[in-house]
């Protein structure tokens, strides 16, 4: 009859398995039984949990309420009003000096006389039948001034008036009368009539010379004398 021989190491091992199998079948199987048990590691609802109990509230051994001050009102500023900023021009360019202005050249020619006579001396056949204005131009030297030009403007009764002549048609006044034919009788008017010397061009030689006429039939005839005098 042959010896038994000795288990082996892998017997051994092989044995261990099946116990440790067998345990933990049995351990399922408790829990299956009985899931309340201590040893389930997870009971039905969860593992159980400790209410933590909370700890009393102290207050500090001394609270004394601290004094507030009580708050000033003050009063509310008003609002100012700010103006918007404005533009200051500036330039680079220096200023330019303003010319003085110049002195308007003096006419060359005045009215050395205005006066009011009786028109028989020059037409003694029209008497008060007659107005009119006439005279004589003459240079600085007293000599007559041929061919001069003189308007006489305005108006007359409300009427205006536009007329020009040249000196040296009407000899009666002298070599270098002139004469305007106002109306058939005297007339009265203040200075809304004027005679003045003026060039070819029209450009003025003498300053207006502002007439005012009479319905006096001794003064129906307005004599102007004009001079060079430069």
Same mark, same amino acid.
């Given at each position: 009859m042959r010896a038994q021989s000795p288990l082996g190491l892998w017997d051994i091992l092989t044995l261990g398995v099946l116990a440790l199998t067998?345990?933990?079948?049995?351990?399922?199987?408790?829990?299956?039984?009985? &899931?309340? +048990? +201590?040893? %389930?590691?997870? !009971?039905?609802?969860? !593992?159980?949990? +400790?209410? !933590?109990?909370?700890?009393?509230?102290? /207050?500090?051994?001394?609270?004394?309420? =601290?004094?507030? /001050?009580?708050?000033? !009102?003050? =009063?509310? /500023?008003?609002?100012?009003?700010? &103006? /918007?900023?404005? %533009?200051?021009?500036? =330039?680079?360019?220096?200023?330019?000096?303003?010319?003085?202005?110049? +002195?308007?050249?003096?006419?060359?020619?005045?009215?050395? =006389?205005?006066?009011?006579?009786?028109?028989?001396?020059?037409?003694?056949d029209l008497a008060c039948n007659w107005a009119g204005i006439g005279g004589t131009v003459v240079d600085a030297n007293n000599s007559p001034v041929i061919g001069a030009v003189v308007v006489l403007r305005g108006s007359l009764n409300g009427k205006l008036v536009d007329l020009t002549t040249v000196t040296g048609i009407n000899k009666e006044y002298g070599p270098s009368g002139f004469e305007f034919v106002i109306g058939n009788a005297p007339v009265a008017s203040n200075k809304t009539l004027y005679v003045q010397l003026v060039d070819l061009s029209g450009l003025p030689l003498s300053d207006k010379v502002e007439i005012v006429t009479s319905a006096d039939c001794t003064k129906n005839l307005v004599l102007v004398k004009f001079k060079k005098t430069r």
């Amino acid at each position: 009859m042959r010896a038994q021989s000795p288990l082996g190491l892998w017997d051994i091992l092989t044995l261990g398995v099946l116990a440790l199998t067998a345990c933990i079948a049995g351990y399922f199987a408790l829990i299956f039984i009985n &899931p309340n +048990s +201590s040893l %389930n590691l997870l !009971p039905p609802g969860g !593992p159980p949990t +400790s209410t !933590p109990t909370p700890a009393p509230a102290t /207050l500090p051994p001394t609270w004394t309420a =601290s004094p507030t /001050l009580e708050a000033t !009102p003050t =009063s509310t /500023l008003v609002p100012t009003w700010t &103006p /918007l900023p404005t %533009n200051t021009p500036f =330039s680079l360019v220096p200023p330019t000096r303003t010319p003085k202005p110049t +002195s308007t050249p003096k006419a060359p020619f005045t009215a050395i =006389s205005v006066q009011q006579v009786d028109s028989t001396i020059i037409h003694p056949d029209l008497a008060c039948n007659w107005a009119g204005i006439g005279g004589t131009v003459v240079d600085a030297n007293n000599s007559p001034v041929i061919g001069a030009v003189v308007v006489l403007r305005g108006s007359l009764n409300g009427k205006l008036v536009d007329l020009t002549t040249v000196t040296g048609i009407n000899k009666e006044y002298g070599p270098s009368g002139f004469e305007f034919v106002i109306g058939n009788a005297p007339v009265a008017s203040n200075k809304t009539l004027y005679v003045q010397l003026v060039d070819l061009s029209g450009l003025p030689l003498s300053d207006k010379v502002e007439i005012v006429t009479s319905a006096d039939c001794t003064k129906n005839l307005v004599l102007v004398k004009f001079k060079k005098t430069r």
